[in-house]
């Protein structure tokens, strides 16, 4: 372990063991050094990098202070992480999303209120109108999972979902360009989780869920196999749409 490495498993046993809660000032440098056993520089590296994590707040003229650690701060960075992944890990990407939104969907059946159904009907209602249109069909698309999974009351489960929707949107605005009838049969798959959620089914909701992200898979699968077929054969897709998005 670096001393950079020590100096951060320390900082962050204090933050664990209460000794410094969320809203916590540090101790000035030179007593924080003292106090943990390092150098200042590598505590400063390590405070660097802890801010970098949303674990402390640098705030000039007034000190280095522990946030708030709620699961949206500390989990912020991990959109940019499944931006970087590569393409081949992109149907892991979706895999999670099945395993996650289903049950997110079904404990939404369960806790939805009605202001929150109302603003779900008010996506699924844009995207009936959006049909011919698949960046803002898209847009609404991935705004009504949002506003599902927020109806569960859990901003960690949430945070994790928001994480992963980034590359996959892209995707469904892709399949929404190249498959020929694909808009009306997203429509379709969201009717069937909103009147799922209208009536406070769970498991009607989760059925609906693990079939609308289902359809997205097998989609994936058959694409990534052509792509990889082409690539056997030779065929180059650089500066194709398909090209432009499977390279990314």
């Known amino acids: ?23 916590a000032r540090l101790p000035p440098e030179h007593q924080l050094a003292a106090q943990l056993g390092v150098s200042r520089n590598p505590l400063r590296e390590a405070v660097k990098a802890l801010v970098v994590a949303r674990v402390l707040d640098v705030r000039r003229g007034d ?13 912020e960075g991990l959109g940019l992480a499944v931006e970087l ?14 395993m996650l939104e289903p049950a997110a969907t079904a404990l939404a059946a369960s806790r939805i209120s009605a202001e929150q159904l109302d603003e779900i009907g008010e996506h699924l ?16 698309d991935a705004a009504f999972h949002r506003a599902v999974v927020r109806a569960t009351g859990n901003e ?42 209208a009536a ?15 359809t997205t898979e097998t989609w994936l699968r058959s694409v990534l196999g052509d792509v ?4 056997d054969q030779g065929v180059n897709f650089e500066g194709s749409q398909l090209g432009e998005e499977e390279t990314r």
């Open 200 to 214: 406070g089914d769970a498991t009607l909701a989760q059925a609906a869920a693990l079939m609308h992200i289902g």
């Open 125 to 140: 209602n844009a995207m009936r109108a959006a049909c011919d249109d698949v960046e803002k069909l898209n847009h609404h």
């Open 63 to 75: 000190g280095t202070f522990v946030t708030s650690l709620e699961p949206r701060l500390l989990l």
């Open 1 to 23: 372990m670096s001393l950079t490495d020590e100096a951060i498993s320390r900082i962050r046993a204090l933050i664990q063991s209460g000794e410094l809660p969320p809203g």
């Open 228 to 231: 990889e077929d082409s690539r």
């Open 85 to 98: 992944l590569r393409d081949d890990t992109l149907l892991e990407i979706v895999q999670v999303r099945r």
């Open 156 to 197: 960690t489960l949430s945070t994790l979902l928001d994480g992963i929707s980034g590359r996959t949107l892209r995707m469904r605005v892709w399949r929404g360009t190249v498959e020929a009838g694909s808009s009306n049969k997203t429509v379709a798959e969201h009717e069937a989780i909103y009147h799922a959620l």
